[in-house]
């Protein structure tokens, strides 16, 4: 079954430090979508990536992060000065119009 | 955020028994409700969905349940498996929002035991 992979499974990361999170999508979906999950809280919705553009993106999703789909097959999440309450693991998923969403495995991502 | 709520952190359940897991919301505008369960490591893995037009949905050993009324909805695992270990999300969605935007509830972590 095609799935959803997301590299590295663990980034570490200083303070201020710029990240980039990447993900392949399954290939023939074309909703996109980063999601994450602070420990012990619940798994919260950042944004959704559609025809090259943001659909929708939630309160968290600011200035500081952004998505970029930079060619057929790559999806990336970049936060350019990570705080430490951006440790998170952070799930990316695909979808197509009628399809339930597909997650990858999660990053983790540790801001020291 | 509290419009959705998953009261039982944890369920324990013998294998063959039933186990019911339990989700209350508070979003009128939710019409579209899933199910994912997750693996240590692992992302949410789709399980079951129900529409809002709907009450119940079947798919072999899973239901799903709705109750718009109470806006409660239950998922019923029959019979339980030790497989079936892992943490279940009810994950609804609002039809105001884009397609993937799912609100997820805290979880619960089912344990089936021999």
């Known amino acids: 079954e095609p799935e959803v992979t997301q590299t590295p499974s663990h980034q570490v990361t200083q303070m201020g430090q710029e990240v980039i999170l990447r993900c392949v999508p399954i290939?023939?979906?074309?909703?996109f979508y980063w999601y994450r999950q602070i420990l012990g809280q619940k798994v919260e919705f950042l944004v959704s990536?559609?025809?090259?553009?943001?659909?929708?993106k939630s309160e968290i999703f600011d200035d500081q992060f952004s998505v970029e789909r930079p060619d057929g097959s790559n999806f990336t999440l970049k936060i350019r000065s990570t705080k430490l309450e951006d440790s998170a693991m952070y799930f990316c998923?695909?979808?197509?119009?009628?399809?339930?969403?597909?997650f990858g495995n999660g990053t983790r991502l540790t801001v020291t | 955020d509290q419009q959705v709520k998953q009261n039982s952190p944890s369920l324990s359940v013998q294998e063959g028994r039933i186990s019911i897991l339990n989700c209350d919301y508070t979003?009128?505008?939710?019409?579209?409700f899933l199910w994912y369960k997750k693996y240590p490591a692992e992302g949410p893995t789709f399980l079951i969905s129900i529409s809002s037009i709907k009450d119940k949905n079947e798919d072999g050993r899973f239901t799903v349940f709705l109750n718009k009324s109470a806006k409660h909805l239950s998922l019923h695992i029959v019979p339980s498996q030790p497989g079936d270990s892992a943490v279940y999300f009810c994950a609804p969605r609002d039809r105001g929002s884009t397609l993937g935007r799912l609100y997820f509830g805290r979880g619960t972590q089912l344990t089936v035991w021999p």
């Open positions: 979003n009128s505008m939710f019409d579209y």
């Open positions: 990536f559609y025809n090259n553009e943001i659909s929708e």
């Open positions: 998923a695909s979808s197509d119009s009628n399809s339930p969403l597909h």
């Open positions: 290939s023939n979906h074309l909703y």
